[in-house]
C-alpha cells in the first residue's frame, strides 16, 4: 500500500493543523494505521494510532487531550488533527500501516510509511 501525508506546516504556538494521510493499492479498511513522528536527532516516536474500523484510538502520553486520529474507509484516507500545538512538537511526522501490528506504538509492527510532512511549531 502506498501513503502519502500532506497538511504540514508552520504554525504559532497554540495553533491547530490537520494531516492527512491517503493510501491506495490496497483494500484501506485492512490496515491498521499509526502516526510517528521524529525531530531531529531523535528516534521515531509514536503519536496516535486507530483500528481498522476507527472505533479504537490510541494515543501517546505526551499529546493525549490535544491530538485526535481519526480515519474515513470511504476515501482511503486517515487523519491527525493537531491543536494546542507546542514548540516540542516540532517533527516530520509519517503515517504507518500494518495489517495486524504486533505492537502498535513500535515503529518495527508497520510494513508501509509515507515519506513523511515536516510541522515546525514556533515559540
Known amino acids: 500500500v502506498l501513503l502519502v501525508e500532506s497538511g504540514g506546516g508552520l504554525v504559532q504556538a497554540g495553533g491547530s493543523l490537520r494531516l492527512s494521510c491517503a493510501a491506495s493499492?490496497?483494500?484501506?479498511?485492512?490496515?491498521?494505521m499509526g502516526w510517528f513522528r521524529q525531530a531531529p536527532g531523535k528516534e521515531r516516536e509514536f503519536v496516535a494510532a486507530?483500528?481498522?474500523?476507527?472505533?479504537?484510538?490510541y494515543y501517546a502520553d505526551s499529546v493525549k487531550g490535544r491530538f485526535t486520529i481519526s480515519r474515513d474507509n470511504a476515501k482511503n484516507t486517515v487523519y491527525l488533527q493537531m491543536n494546542s500545538l507546542k514548540p516540542e512538537d516540532t517533527a516530520v511526522y509519517y503515517c504507518?500501516?500494518?495489517?495486524?501490528?504486533?505492537?502498535?506504538?513500535?515503529?518495527?509492527?508497520?510494513?508501509?510509511w509515507g515519506q513523511g510532512t515536516q510541522v515546525t511549531v514556533s515559540s
Open positions: 493499492g490496497g483494500t484501506f479498511s485492512n490496515y491498521f
Open positions: 504507518a500501516a500494518d495489517r495486524r501490528p504486533t505492537t502498535y506504538s513500535s515503529k518495527s509492527s508497520y510494513n508501509y
Open positions: 486507530i483500528s481498522w474500523s476507527g472505533s479504537i484510538t
